[in-house]
Nanobody
Framework: QVQLVESGGGLVQAGDSLILSCVTS????????MGWFRQAPEKEREFVAA????????YYADSIKGRFAISRDDAKNTVYLRMNNLKPEDTAVYYC??????????????????WGQGIQVTVSS
């Protein structure tokens, strides 16, 4: 069955870095665009970053542009989110997601077919 499993989260201090990983199985990873979303308490799920199925295009939310980087390794069926210079407002549960082909809007969570269970990232000030 389809599985997306995030790892790499935790509690860090402001200014620190983390790398989130999302290992996938059960679908053709190389044919899917991948995205990262996050949800803070009492807030809606928001787009963080996405990468096209080919890896040739990446997309970022303005709030994290220049600090986060998304990448993929098709040989490992894994997508990564490198997060630098973390801020307290980055605190959230982070989710990876997959969408077959080319999403109409990479930032729209409704485009994505498969989701991970989420992983907590907490940034203390």
């Amino acid at each position: 069955q389809v599985q997306l499993v995030e790892s790499g989260g935790g509690l860090v201090q402001a200014g620190d870095s983390l790398i989130l990983s999302c290992v996938t199985s059960g679908f053709t990873f190389s044919s899917h665009a991948m995205g990262w979303f996050r949800q803070a308490p009492e807030k809606e799920r928001e787009f963080v970053a996405a990468i096209s199925w080919s890896g040739g295009s990446t997309y970022y939310a303005d709030s994290i542009k220049g600090r986060f980087a998304i990448s993929r390794d098709d040989a490992k069926n894994t997508v990564y989110l490198r997060m630098n210079n973390l801020k307290p407002e980055d605190t959230a549960v982070y989710y990876c997601a997959a969408d077959y082909g080319v999403p109409a809007y990479y930032s729209d969570h409704k485009q994505y077919d498969y989701w991970g269970q989420g992983i907590q990232v907490t940034v203390s000030s």
